[in-house]
């Protein structure tokens, strides 16, 4: 799961915008400005007959600021992504 669910600069995370983009998900702001320390990203790769399935998620950053839900609140009723 991406960590990013739960840190304070989601909204505004240059490197979660293009974890967005690579999802083909609405953004949460058009214009980030803040720039992580270090992200590191994991990608997992599926295949599903002639599919080719990849999915990215944030697992480690240092600039990570914990803000339990942020995501959510930011998004409300909204499913959390997994």
């Not at 990013?4 to 999802?23: F, K, L, P, R, S």
């Not at 007959?49 to 959510?72: N, P, Q």
Request: proline share 7%; charged share 25%; aromatic share 8%.
């Amino acid at each position: 799961m991406c960590i990013c669910i739960n840190c304070h600069y989601v909204d505004n995370c240059i490197t979660y915008h293009a974890v967005e983009t690579q999802h083909q998900q609405p953004h949460l702001t058009e214009d980030p400005q803040f720039e992580p320390i270090e992200p590191s990203i994991n990608v997992n790769i599926r295949t599903n007959e002639d599919v080719i399935e990849m999915e990215y998620d944030v697992v480690g950053c240092l600039s990570f600021k914990r803000e339990t839900g942020k995501w959510a609140k930011l998004r409300p009723g909204e499913l959390v992504p997994t």
